[in-house]
């Protein structure tokens, strides 16, 4: 489907000096002030808070969240009174590293994994454990049988992350069988809550300033205040403990597709920081395996190759082995765990092309005018379904799920855009048909048995066409800037490197160059999908350009041609030489 080209209004720019000021004196292109003011920063002021966020000033007390005290003085309790704490995560990226997040939080609360009370010199084990359920086997979130389990092995304390806050009846029976349940979430919720300790940055009269974070912002948030506590206690945790836990915020912060802007931007440029030095024998060996350097990794790093692999464990297998890694204590248990994950990865790569081809041909056939897309099989891994549904989104800009089935099953993935809301729309369609659902505003998962996916496919449609009656669904590509090629240089590069990180909510700035000669163009990459060419402004200088995915511009893109083109830039490394490379996103003939 064709997209819109969208070229910001930009009516005030800052000054060049206050650029110049703020980034240290760097030399800073001349874009800057138009990519800056394209995102809304205008002012002396915002660019300063921009470039140099301030710890002190930009990250909030952890205690605004209204119920942190009553959290935190449970776990101590838990600690003091030798309870077994589980903390209960979810299957993603989000859900592992948080739970990696409060379970090294409340190992790190004594020496030797224990805390010596006042008035004994012996010291109580800390006893926690994790759960996260299979992704086929169980599903989302909490389940009856998981909370007997957990109250059969002698759990007094769940925690839940990344989920919870939708589980009203499963922490009932927790409450019913004398456990306790903190829930750190930021999913949506129900009319109803759970009788539970919340830690949500959106639940009703919540006074946390900051809405946006990521369930590992929220964990990390629990985190530093049980070391605040700790601290005014006299338990002796080392100042600045908390900063070495943002490398694991920086990773699901990005996968999680949160906003990039407040105090999660602030957490991803410390986070950032962190992860180009871990000291996790678990994530070294997978930034290895994954063939990447540390010390130069971005935002791009975590969502082409460190998010991808640890969602890979729970897709192919079980999250537990990613949470294993990411708690190794030895480069031996982590090269073993890491090797495993990268096999899962490639597998998990190959089932997707397979999947992708199937609903491809699905697309083709069913010539769908609906506003939401629908695709469905019971071939295919539910755990997959929903890279489906995404990469079905960034391509047509229509919403989309798609539906997989495990034993007798269905079980599907949504995404859309901030103007439908995915997963409400589908408790509307499904109303009387599906059996659990949950997510975000842009994402959701949900699943049922004995219907047929046509009936519920078939509500969607009917939903999404009212909703979005009057709403333009075509896809539009936000443009920051008109460039000459004169204007492509290193200190474009450079000063696009001081802009990182990038993300949700301040996307890579692309831009716009027209009228230029295509003097070379072929396919290459093993399936021949990748667009490979050279284009030649009036003025005779020549850029090389790669188009990931875009065979099917082939015809657009032939020598002779005239073209207008939409690209990001950045680097190419080969063999220790480093070149400018333009990555192409879209093309329009002349």
């Known amino acids: 489907m064709k997209k819109r080209w969208i070229m910001p209004d930009v009516r005030e720019l800052p000054m060049d000096a206050h650029l110049t000021a703020f980034f240290s004196g760097s030399p800073i292109h001349p874009v800057a002030a138009r990519i800056l003011a394209s995102r809304g920063i205008v002012n002396a002021q915002d660019v300063k808070a921009f470039v140099h966020p301030d710890w002190k000033v930009h990250i909030h007390d952890p205690f605004l ?25 979810d299957y993603d990226a989000d859900g592992v590293t948080g739970s990696a997040v409060i379970i090294e939080a409340i190992r790190s609360l004594s020496e030797a ?23 086929d086997n169980e599903g989302y979130g909490l389940h009856p049988a998981s909370v007997r389990r957990l109250y059969d092995r002698g759990t007094k304390l769940i925690i839940t992350v990344d989920c919870g806050i939708a589980n009203v009846q499963e922490i009932a029976l927790a409450r019913s069988l004398g456990m306790d349940v903190i829930v750190v979430d930021h999913h949506e919720f129900g009319d109803e ?35 605040i506590e700790a601290r005014r206690t006299g338990i002796e945790i080392a100042d600045g403990a908390e900063k070495w836990l943002l490398d694991l915020v920086s990773i699901a912060t990005v996968t999680d597709m949160v906003p990039l802007v407040g105090e999660n ?17 678990g994530l070294r060996m997978l930034i290895q395996s994954a063939g990447m350097t540390q010390g130069s990794l971005t935002t791009d790093s975590i969502g082409f190759g460190i998010g991808p692999r640890i969602n890979a464990a729970g897709r192919m297998d079980h999250a537990s082995l990613a949470l294993r890694l990411l708690l190794a204590e030895t480069d031996e248990e982590a090269t073993d765990l890491a090797e495993q994950i990268e096999g899962q990865n490639r597998d998990r790569q190959k089932a997707v092309a397979r999947i992708m081809k199937e609903a491809e041909a699905q697309y083709e056939a069913k010539n769908q005018t609906s506003a939401v897309l629908a695709f469905w099989s019971d071939a295919w891994p539910p755990a997959l379904v929903g890279l489906v549904a995404g990469r079905f989104l960034d391509r047509t800009g229509c919403p989309t799920i798609a ?12 995404r859309s855009f901030m103007h439908y809301d995915i997963t409400a729309a589908v408790k509307r369609a499904g109303e009387g048909i599906l059996s659990r659902a949950g997510g975000h505003i842009q994402a959701c998962g949900f699943s049922f048995s004995g219907h047929d996916p046509q009936e519920f496919a078939e509500r969607l449609f009917m939903d999404a066409n009212h909703v979005l009656s009057n709403v333009d669904c075509s896809p539009t590509l936000q443009i920051d800037a008109e460039l000459g090629f004169e204007e492509l240089n290193w200190s474009l590069v450079e000063t696009l490197d001081l802009l990182e990180p990038f993300g949700i909510g301040f996307a890579r700035p692309k831009f716009l160059t027209t009228k230029l000669f295509v003097t070379s163009a072929d396919l290459v990459g093993q399936t021949q999908k990748h667009l ?18 875009l065979a099917d511009r082939k015809d657009i893109v032939s020598v002779g041609k005239t073209v207008d083109v939409v690209y990001d830039v950045g680097v190419n490394e080969w063999k220790g030489k480093k070149n400018l490379q333009c990555k192409l996103v879209d093309v329009r003939a002349v």
């Open 403 to 414: 539906i997989g089935k495990h034993g007798e099953k269905w079980t599907g993935s949504g």
């Open 265 to 281: 931007r602030v957490l991803e440029v410390y986070g950032l920081k962190v992860l180009n030095k871990t000291r996790r024998p």
């Open 65 to 89: 969240f209204s119920h942190m005290e009553e959290a935190v003085q449970r776990v101590f309790r838990a600690i003091y009174e030798g309870e077994r704490i589980t903390v209960y995560g």
């Open 532 to 549: 490979r060419c050279v284009l030649t402004s009036s003025s005779g200088r020549s850029v090389k350009f790669i188009g990931f995915n």
């Open 113 to 135: 994994n224990g805390i010596r009370l006042r008035h004994t010199p012996h010291a109580i084990p800390v006893i926690v454990d994790s759960y996260i359920p299979h992704r």
């Open 193 to 227: 809550l759970p009788d539970s300790i919340i830690i949500h940055p959106r639940i009703p009269n919540e006074t946390y300033p900051f809405k946006y974070l990521a369930a590992v912002g929220v964990a990390w948030k629990f985190a530093t205040a049980l070391f």
